[in-house]
T-cell receptor, first 112, second 111 residues
Framework: GESVGLHLPTLSVQEGDNSIINCAYS??????FIWYKQESGKGPQFIID?????DKRQGQRVTVLLNKTVKHLSLQIAATQPGDSAVYFC???????????FGTGTRLLVSP | DGGITQSPKYLFRKEGQNVTLSCEQN?????MYWYRQDPGQGLRLIYY???????QKGDIAEGYSVSREKKESFPLTVTSAQKNPTAFYLC??????????FGQGTRLTVV
């Protein structure tokens, strides 16, 4: 299948560790942010989202933090598992214009 | 089943030919998107459409064309003007103010 992540930044962690993936977004007018997970040869899958009126949102094992002052997003994955190995992308949009733009991505490698 | 469907999964094109990639959704989403992904790279926006009969260029629209005649469908044509079309193409759709859902992609190869 399609190989993603050959040249992307890579984060290597041990199973059970917590992982933090960072993303800088570009448009100060963006008001909605999404994290996606992409496995090799597949389309991206939604993980979690956050709107600009929040600075933190939690899901199951995942937390997204938003710092609008420095235009920075992070995705925290608790107790990382081998099945979390994939490429992770942040995406930003303005809900008025709906142009959805992706960041460069980070490859997460989880060792047993 | 509700979802977004791309076809074909694999497509081969001879140099100088136009090819059309299909994207269909039954999620009743207004917005639809086309992205290109090269190996080891991120997703780059080709075109997007917020509503039927309207679409906007993304960051890499040159050599591509789209139409949005029906809400459910957003086909992408890769024209002969696209000099390096070999890539993985992803289609997505989204409701207003909500996350986008992706198809499984079409891998286009020029032979």
């Amino acid at each position: 299948g399609e190989s993603v992540g050959l040249h992307l930044p890579t984060l290597s962690v041990q199973e059970g560790d917590n992982s933090i993936i960072n993303c800088a977004y570009s448009n100060s007018a963006s008001d909605y942010f999404i994290w996606y997970k992409q496995e090799s040869g597949k389309g991206p899958q939604f993980i979690i989202d956050i709107r600009s009126n929040m600075d933190k949102r939690q899901g199951q094992r995942v937390t997204v933090l938003l710092n609008k002052t420095v235009k920075h997003l992070s995705l925290q994955i608790a107790a990382t598992q081998p099945g979390d190995s994939a490429v992770y992308f942040c995406a930003e949009t303005n809900t008025g214009f709906q142009k959805l733009v992706f960041g460069t991505g980070t490859r997460l490698l989880v060792s047993p | 089943d509700g979802g977004i469907t791309q076809s074909p999964k694999y497509l081969f094109r001879k140099e100088g030919q136009n090819v059309t990639l299909s994207c269909e959704q039954n999620l009743n989403h207004d917005a639809m998107y086309w992205y290109r992904q090269d190996p080891g790279q991120g997703l780059r926006l080709i075109y997007y459409s917020q509503i039927v009969n309207d679409f906007q260029k993304g960051d890499i629209a040159e050599g591509y064309s789209v139409s949005r005649e029906k809400k459910e469908s957003f086909p992408l044509t890769v024209t002969s003007a696209q000099k390096n079309p070999t890539a993985f193409y992803l289609c997505a759709s989204a409701g207003f103010g909500a996350e986008a859902f992706f198809g499984q992609g079409t891998r286009l190869t020029v032979v």
